[in-house]
């Protein structure tokens, strides 16, 4: 079978596995089956009645909505019309959603419940192109025939199935199939026009590889308007086996023990947290437990940076470790595979970089993080570690036919099937990041070891370079600092400074449990965060990541934050990384005050 999209994999599954079971969601209540035979049903429904509703093939069909099944059907049926989707956050605020619609060209958009219509009510007058909206759950409310629900939207179309085929038999590989906004991180975003070419690519190459196999279980929670997301749905799809969709973020923990996943894919923030929260529970037993926990994780970090560094452990190290990962690691894995399900065979880690130390500490308790890179651009999966030939500290080795170089200045480069055709609309930032020779230019720093492993070291205009000269990497800094259970986000400043400053804030629930120690309780996050004792406990951590750095890479003055960073605050967007135009320009004046003469040092 000559495939021209992605969506002709989905049609094969259909056909020969319609009685399987293709995806796990909750409905009233319980974790219920639902076959490829009926998916094909919705997804058909919902192409019949775009079609109804005028929608022709090329045009863009927005769905702002969090990641549902429900999500699935609207996604494929777009595509199944012939015309092009355009995922918006949930998160994102009726400015944002009237920009992307607007800017895309939207016709009709999806949207998830009476509060995400309401957005587009509030922006309406700005959105003349915007023909209807389908609200997917919930009572319509407002009265009037712009907004419809989407059970009546399903009963609209009588396109015949004979008349959907030959739809999307004629999609060909060249044609738009989705666009993706990127997340904004130093401004308004950018529309990445990716193919169906290039997402055929990564199904194949994903199924390829055997990260995803026929016979696992996915747990799938991170948005689906994310490039990581994105391609977790198409592995789906490629390898055809069962995905369990999160009733929603906050019963995740709930929904593994409930489905059992044995995979699934997540961001490095999820990661960091469950580390921070074993970590605090591993030393808060006390005496000769907490002391045996330090110990295990001071081996485990050892043995890790040799490993990284190419070097070697003293024989004593060696036998040291092992036996401490005989006797605390083993409770630790115990522990985190009961909490994961009890089945979890591996997980994916994307979107951003995570520390090494958090990827050992997981192998050593028995649990595998294979960390990839890619970005919106390159259709997210471009480097990934395999099951059989992964490296901690590096994100992989390129899917195959894609290359991999690395520039003069560092930077990485890349050229494949799966980047982007170009960014909507803009030619100016399409010639900025694709060069003549094809390659996109990505704005990371990285490096390529003899085995063709990439290693990410930052970010090329995150790079500090101090007022004496010296280039650092901030996220390095940074993921020390997060490392410890009390900090929840770090900001590193200093280009063009004469030292480096930081701005944290707060873990709520371990800050609640320092509160408790020094009897303060009765103060709110913003009294906690203010208070000397937090304060001194903050500058312990500053002082102990200090000492692992060179001197110019030290943090000389910190402050707290009175709030932690969210999504809905603007300082982090919905993939959880910080926005460091928004911290930079939002924190100035404390920055300012950082480098007046009497500030250093505040450490």
Same mark, same amino acid.
């Given at each position: 079978?000559?495939?021209?999209?992605?969506?002709?994999?989905?049609?094969?599954?259909?056909?020969?596995?319609?009685?399987?079971?293709?995806?796990?969601?909750?409905?009233?209540?319980?974790?219920?089956?639902? %076959?490829?035979?009926?998916?094909?049903?919705?997804?058909?429904?919902? +192409?019949?009645?775009?079609?109804?509703?005028?929608?022709?093939?090329?045009?863009?069909?927005?769905?702002?909505?969090?990641?549902?099944?429900?999500?699935?059907?609207?996604?494929?049926?777009?595509?199944?019309?012939?015309?092009?989707?355009?995922?918006?956050? #949930?998160?994102?605020?009726?400015?944002?959603?009237?920009?992307?619609?607007?800017?895309? *060209? %939207? /016709?009709?958009?999806?949207?998830?419940?009476?509060?995400?219509?309401?957005?587009?009510?509030?922006?309406?007058?700005?959105?003349?192109?915007?023909?209807?909206?389908?609200?997917?759950?919930?009572?319509?409310?407002?009265?009037?025939?712009?907004?419809?629900?989407?059970?009546?939207?399903?009963?609209?179309?009588?396109?015949?199935?004979?008349?959907?085929?030959?739809?999307?038999?004629?999609?060909?590989?060249?044609?738009?199939?989705?666009?993706?906004?990127?997340?904004?991180?130093?401004?308004? &975003?950018?529309?990445?026009?990716?193919?169906?070419?290039?997402? /055929?690519?990564?199904?194949? +190459?994903?199924?390829?590889?055997?990260?995803?196999?026929?016979?696992?279980?996915?747990?799938?929670? @991170?948005?689906?308007?994310?490039?990581?997301?994105?391609?977790?749905?198409?592995?789906?799809?490629?390898?055809?086996?069962?995905?369990?969709?999160?009733?929603?973020?906050?019963?995740?923990?709930?929904?593994?023990?409930?489905?059992? #996943?044995?995979?699934?894919?997540?961001?490095?923030?999820?990661?960091?947290?469950?580390?921070?929260?074993?970590?605090?529970?591993?030393?808060?037993?006390?005496?000769?437990?907490?002391?045996?926990?330090?110990?295990? /994780?001071?081996?485990?970090?050892?043995?890790?940076?040799?490993?990284?560094?190419?070097?070697?452990?003293?024989?004593?190290?060696?036998?040291?470790?092992?036996?401490?990962?005989?006797?605390?690691?083993?409770?630790?894995?115990?522990?985190?595979?009961?909490? @994961? *399900?009890?089945?979890?065979? @591996?997980?994916? +880690?994307?979107?951003?970089?995570?520390? &090494?130390?958090?990827?050992?500490?997981?192998?050593?308790?028995?649990?595998?993080?294979?960390?990839?890179?890619?970005?919106?651009?390159?259709?997210?999966?471009?480097?990934?570690?395999? &099951?059989?030939?992964?490296?901690?500290?590096?994100?992989?080795?390129?899917?195959?036919?894609?290359?991999?170089?690395?520039?003069?200045?560092?930077?990485?480069?890349?050229?494949?099937?799966?980047?982007?055709?170009?960014?909507?609309?803009?030619?100016?930032?399409?010639?900025?990041?694709?060069?003549?020779?094809?390659?996109?230019?990505?704005?990371?720093?990285? %490096?390529?070891?003899?085995?063709?492993?990439?290693?990410?070291?930052? =970010?090329?205009?995150?790079?500090?370079?101090?007022?004496?000269?010296?280039?650092?990497?901030?996220?390095?800094?940074?993921?020390?600092?997060?490392?410890? #259970?009390?900090?929840?986000?770090?900001?590193?400043?200093?280009?063009?400074?004469?030292?480096?400053?930081?701005?944290?804030?707060?873990?709520?629930?371990?800050?609640?449990?320092?509160?408790?120690?020094?009897?303060?309780?009765?103060?709110?996050?913003?009294?906690?965060?203010?208070?000397? +004792?937090?304060?001194?406990?903050?500058?312990?951590?500053?002082?102990?990541?200090?000492?692992?750095?060179?001197?110019?890479?030290?943090?000389?003055?910190?402050?707290?934050?009175?709030?932690?960073?969210?999504?809905?605050?603007?300082? /982090?967007?919905?993939?959880?990384?910080?926005? =460091?135009?928004?911290?930079?320009?939002?924190?100035?004046?404390?920055?300012?005050?950082?480098?007046?003469?009497?500030?250093?040092?505040?450490?």
């Amino acid at each position: 079978m000559v495939r021209h999209s992605f969506l002709d994999i989905f049609a094969d599954r259909v056909e020969k596995r319609g009685h399987k079971t293709a995806a796990l969601a909750k409905r009233d209540g319980v974790y219920t089956p639902f %076959t490829w035979a009926e998916l094909g049903d919705e997804v058909r429904a919902v +192409s019949r009645g775009l079609l109804a509703l005028g929608v022709a093939p090329g045009d863009r069909v927005a769905i702002l909505a969090g990641t549902s099944l429900c999500w699935v059907h609207c996604d494929l049926g777009i595509v199944g019309a012939g015309a092009v989707t355009v995922p918006i956050y #949930p998160s994102n605020v009726a400015d944002e959603c009237q920009y992307i619609l607007d800017d895309s *060209g %939207t /016709l009709v958009a999806f949207a998830e419940d009476a509060g995400q219509v309401q957005k587009l009510r509030a922006e309406r007058h700005r959105l003349p192109g915007l023909r209807r909206v389908v609200q997917l759950c919930g009572k319509v409310e407002g009265g009037d025939e712009w907004v419809m629900s989407y059970a009546d939207f399903a009963t609209l179309g009588t396109a015949s199935v004979a008349a959907l085929t030959a739809l999307r038999e004629g999609l060909s590989a060249a044609a738009i199939a989705t666009i993706l906004y990127t997340s904004g991180t130093t401004g308004r &975003p950018k529309g990445v026009v990716l193919t169906h070419e290039a997402l /055929l690519y990564e199904a194949e +190459s994903i199924a390829e590889i055997g990260v995803a196999l026929e016979d696992d279980c996915q747990f799938l929670f @991170l948005p689906l308007a994310h490039s990581l997301g994105k391609v977790l749905m198409i592995a789906w799809l490629a390898t055809g086996h069962v995905v369990a969709f999160a009733e929603n973020v906050g019963a995740i923990m709930q929904n593994l023990a409930e489905v059992k #996943p044995t995979m699934m894919g997540a961001v490095p923030r999820i990661f960091e947290k469950v580390y921070a929260a074993v970590v605090q529970k591993g030393l808060a037993q006390g005496g000769v437990k907490a002391k045996l926990f330090r110990a295990a /994780l001071e081996a485990c970090e050892r043995h890790g940076t040799a490993e990284l560094e190419g070097t070697h452990v003293s024989p004593r190290d060696a036998i040291e470790y092992a036996a401490l990962r005989r006797v605390v690691f083993a409770r630790v894995a115990k522990g985190l595979n009961e909490a @994961l *399900g009890g089945r979890m065979r @591996l997980m994916i +880690s994307g979107g951003a970089p995570l520390a &090494p130390r958090i990827s050992w500490f997981f192998r050593d308790a028995g649990l595998m993080i294979l960390e990839g890179y890619g970005l919106t651009e390159s259709s997210a999966a471009t480097t990934v570690n395999r &099951p059989k030939q992964w490296r901690i500290g590096t994100v992989g080795l390129p899917m195959s036919g894609t290359v991999v170089r690395i520039a003069a200045d560092g930077e990485v480069l890349i050229k494949g099937k799966g980047l982007m055709r170009g960014y909507w609309q803009n030619p100016a930032a399409t010639s900025e990041a694709l060069d003549g020779e094809g390659f996109l230019h990505t704005g990371d720093i990285g %490096t390529l070891d003899a085995s063709g492993f990439l290693r990410i070291t930052d =970010r090329k205009k995150d790079i500090i370079i101090t007022a004496g000269g010296k280039n650092v990497a901030p996220q390095n800094i940074e993921n020390l600092l997060k490392a410890n #259970p009390l900090v929840s986000q770090a900001v590193v400043h200093g280009d063009r400074r004469k030292f480096l400053s930081a701005l944290v804030t707060l873990d709520a629930e371990n800050l609640k449990k320092l509160a408790l120690v020094h009897n303060l309780a009765r103060l709110s996050y913003a009294e906690l965060t203010q208070h000397p +004792s937090v304060k001194q406990a903050v500058a312990e951590i500053v002082a102990d990541v200090n000492a692992q750095l060179a001197s110019y890479e030290t943090i000389k003055c910190h402050a707290i934050v009175a709030h932690d960073f969210s999504v809905e605050s603007g300082e /982090l967007t919905p993939s959880l990384k910080v926005k =460091r135009k928004v911290i930079n320009e939002r924190y100035a004046a404390i920055f300012d005050g950082f480098y007046l003469d009497d500030a250093w040092p505040k450490t």
